[in-house]
């Protein structure tokens, strides 16, 4: 069985065995030094220098190229001296998507085009393959917005086809945001609306106690309360 390890940079990945082909993610090298642990596989989708929040690099050309992983680049990036490019329009032709929204879908993508053929135009794999997720939480923001979709996509195309996907509990991937089906959960109207504000705002009194609670400014108020009375007389 191909088994592989893709390890993103979230909490979970602590727990990573490093037990088989692992494969991370930028600077997440650093992390698995921490952990005592190895990757066979780092991929960057940056095109050069980034910086930090703090305006400095946030990458380290000299650790880079003198790594022991290989380093698998989307971009043809000069200062990476030895890299593998991901093939991208193969990827795109492939898989007939361009729903690549970060690089764990690069990752994903990437370990399913190298253990797949197509045979009479359907997606096959070549051997038994297992994908394991640690550290790919997804439990910030941004990447609930914007990453997380991708990832669950192609761990779908991964699952159709026949691959064992093993997802860390911790993760937030492949989950409702309640742990449970739709309709199997009831909304607890006071956990998520402790100040009543989806009922306050339908009438111009409960928009005016808003502003008096200091939850809406006076353009907010007033704005709303053009719209009650836009509604009212429609």
Known sequence: MKDIIILGMGPSRIECPFDC????????????????????KLFICHRGQEKDWEDDDVFNWDELNNLKAEIISLFDVK?????????????????????????IVYMVAYALHKNTTIRNGILKLKEPMRLR???????????YNTERAGIEYFIAIAKTIGVEVWIHPDSALCKTDHGVPY???????????PLNVMELQKTPEGVRKLWKMD????????????????????
């Open 215 to 234: 939850k809406i400014s006076a353009k907010e108020m007033e704005v709303m309360l053009k719209h009650l009375e836009t509604t009212r007389t429609a």
């Open 79 to 103: 200062e990476i001296k030895k890299k593998t490019r991901i093939p991208f329009r193969t990827l795109k032709k492939k898989f007939d998507t361009e729903y690549y929204t970060d690089t």
């Open 21 to 40: 082909e692992t494969w991370g993610v930028n600077n997440g090298y650093r992390q698995v030094i921490q952990l005592n642990g190895r990757l066979d």
């Open 183 to 193: 309709g199997f959960w009831k909304l607890n109207k006071k956990k998520v609306d």
């Open 133 to 143: 997720f640690y550290g790919v939480d997804m439990h910030t923001q941004d990447e």
